[in-house]
Nanobody, 127 residues
């Protein structure tokens, strides 16, 4: 029910925007926090960013802070990850995940607690 898109090949310093679109009736997207994670070859999956139900609270990994921006459009059941000033070390498969939350503002959610996952989008940054 989650579809990630927008990945691709870009040169260092370039930009990409990932989208995570929800479909189906398994969960209510507007009542879910959404996170982005990434996994590079040979490495564990790592947190990138998280946005609350309303979009008012966001979290970022230190490695992407100031370069990436997460946002959401609940009318379109979509979360975006705008990635600017991309670096070769940003190369990875990016996954979006959603978790239904009772409260709007929640603390950082561990990846093991997310209920739904998208299939991943490849981002490759060349030097």
């Amino acid at each position: 029910q989650l579809q990630a898109s927008g990945g691709g090949l870009v040169q260092a310093g370039g930009s990409l925007r990932l989208s995570c679109a929800a479909s189906g009736r398994t969960f209510t997207f507007s009542r879910s926090a959404v996170g982005w994670f990434r996994q590079a070859p040979g490495r564990e999956r790592e947190f990138v960013s998280q946005v609350s139900r309303s979009g008012g609270t966001t979290y970022y990994a230190d490695s992407v802070k100031g370069r990436f921006t997460i946002s959401r459009d609940n009318a379109k059941n979509t979360v975006y990850l705008q990635m600017n000033s991309l670096k070769p070390e940003d190369t990875a498969v990016y996954y979006c995940a959603a978790k239904s939350t009772i409260l709007n503002d929640v603390a950082l959610i561990p990846h093991s607690e997310y209920h739904y996952w998208g299939q991943g989008a490849q981002v490759t940054v060349s030097s």
